[in-house]
């Protein structure tokens, strides 16, 4: 892992397959000990997935990825409860490179993914809500052993201009995983080092959603295994530059123990979070809905949660899930931020960029 802040003891170490060419990252591990991050005390695939064969808990959404699988892809200003950074949007160590007056409510940092579908950029929350985000998602994917990033760079100045961390979720949908090479890796980390020279931290999700979209046909796919080993050379590729962080984010399952299988290993994974869009009936309980994977995968290894995507549709439910989503739980300490699927997609999930502001009178 990346900084130093964050230490987890020898014992609760996450085994990560030893896999053949691919070396730990461990001098770039973090130091598992107190958070240094706030606590509280062109088609691209994303948003929720239509159906799908894994099993889902009761009041839990059968959806939790794309709406569909077609691949292309008021408040005011808040100080942090902590302070993640010095200033500006640079990361450090003991720094997650959340930038210092971006959205926060209740300590928890607000994001969101602007509609790329229909050419939607992030200036236009921002001006609409009259508050930065703390986090920029964007779907790109990799068609070829020659990764194309212009989905990415095409926005680039929009990116910059937002002072957000970047949450690429770098989609490998014509590549299996055992063709994510160490050449292939080095073109994603040479891709986020065009960000990172901006100023721009980078939480790199990769394979995001990994458990669902090899069984739907989006990701060419592997074994978990295969998924491992692409996940590590990507961190490895990555391991040199401070200002990337791993950002590891499957899909809802109904027990997380179904997630092992998928995890690479703490010490190559920087964030954990789980792509969740709950049923109507659990929206007002956040331990309800994430509680599981959290203590699964950020309590046992003391690793930063950030939910990186998730909505509701109809005004009323997505007010009471901002709601549940900005106040978090007491109990879940790890757990930093979130990033709201703001798409008309499949459903109107908006709720900056719609016929109504919803969020910000929440948020505020």
Sequence with gaps: MKTTAFIASLALAAPALALPGVEPRHSREWHHSKPPYPTHSSVYPGGPTG???????????SASASPSNTI???????????????????????????????LQKNGISVGWLPDQDQGV???????????KAC???????????????????GLMDDIK??????????????????????????????????FTDEGITV????????????????????????????????????????????????NNVQDASQLEQWFPGAEYVDVVGIDIYPDDSALSSFKGVYGNFYDAFSAKYNIPFAVGETAA???????????????????????????????DKEKDWRVVTGSENIAGPILE
């Design 121 to 131: 950029k992030m200036d236009a929350i921002t001006s609409k809500l009259g508050a």
């Design 313 to 343: 549709g109809g005004q009323d439910q997505q007010k009471q899930w901002l709601t549940s989503l900005s106040m978090g739980d007491q109990s879940m300490s790890n757990y930093v931020g979130f990033s709201w699927f703001e798409y």
């Design 51 to 61: 159906t799908g064969s894994l099993p889902q808990p009761t009041g839990w959404s």
């Design 135 to 153: 986090f920029y998602g964007l779907y790109s994917q990799i068609t070829s052993s020659q990764y194309d990033d212009s989905q990415l760079t």
């Design 161 to 194: 201009s937002s002072g957000a961390v970047l949450q690429p979720a770098v989609m490998p949908t014509k590549v299996g995983f055992s063709e994510v090479t160490e050449d292939l890796a080095s073109q994603i980390a040479v891709s986020m080092k065009k």
């Design 203 to 250: 939480w790199l999700r990769f394979a995001h959603e990994v458990n669902y979209y090899v069984t739907d046909g989006t990701y060419k796919g592997g074994s978990p295994r295969d998924f491992v080993k692409a996940w590590q050379n990507v961190a490895n590729a990555v391991k040199d530059n401070d200002k990337v962080l791993m950002y590891w984010s499957p």
């Design 72 to 102: 292309g892809g008021g408040p005011t200003y808040a100080e942090p409860a902590a302070p993640a950074s010095t200033g500006g949007n640079s990361t450090g160590a003991g720094d997650l490179g959340i930038p210092a007056g971006c």
